[in-house]
């Protein structure tokens, strides 16, 4: 079993920057592929980015934040980092991270692949 703790969210104004954190634990961090996933109140969840398993691999961003979001990991700390910039009042959602088996890189994207979810933390994006 992995447990996700997401932390970071808050309040921004728009033009401003926040970095998610999620940590794991319970399992071999470096086995997972890792992905953010949001979702605004009344509508779908949303893929948002994804980091692969393996060291050095592909990163998947969703074209609506390619550009101003940043995906990364450290697997000495088993955490997973979402970094947002030049955040616009569209980003506001709940924003949870995920983890997956050594899946292959286009798989990433799909949530429905991933075995473990956070909690979500808010992040709100003022105009």
């Known amino acids: 079993q992995v447990q996700l703790v997401e932390s970071g969210g808050g309040l921004v104004q728009a033009g401003g920057s926040l970095r998610l954190s999620c940590a794991a634990s319970?399992?071999?961090?470096?086995?997972?592929?890792m992905g953010w996933f949001r979702q605004a109140p009344g509508k779908e969840r949303e893929f948002v980015a994804a980091?692969?398993?393996?060291?050095?691999?592909?990163?998947n961003y969703a074209d609506s934040v390619k550009g101003r979001f940043t995906i990364s990991r450290d697997n000495a700390k088993s955490t997973v980092y979402l970094q947002m910039n030049s955040l616009k009042p569209e980003d506001t959602a709940v924003y949870y991270c995920?983890?997956?088996?050594?899946?292959?890189?286009?798989?990433?994207?799909?949530?429905?692949?991933?075995?473990?979810r956070g909690q979500g933390t808010q992040v709100t994006v003022s105009s």
């Open positions: 995920a983890a997956v088996y050594r899946v292959r890189w286009f798989q990433q994207m799909d949530w429905g692949q991933y075995d473990y």
């Open positions: 980091i692969s398993w393996r060291s050095g691999g592909p990163t």
């Open positions: 319970g399992a071999t961090f470096s086995n997972y592929a």
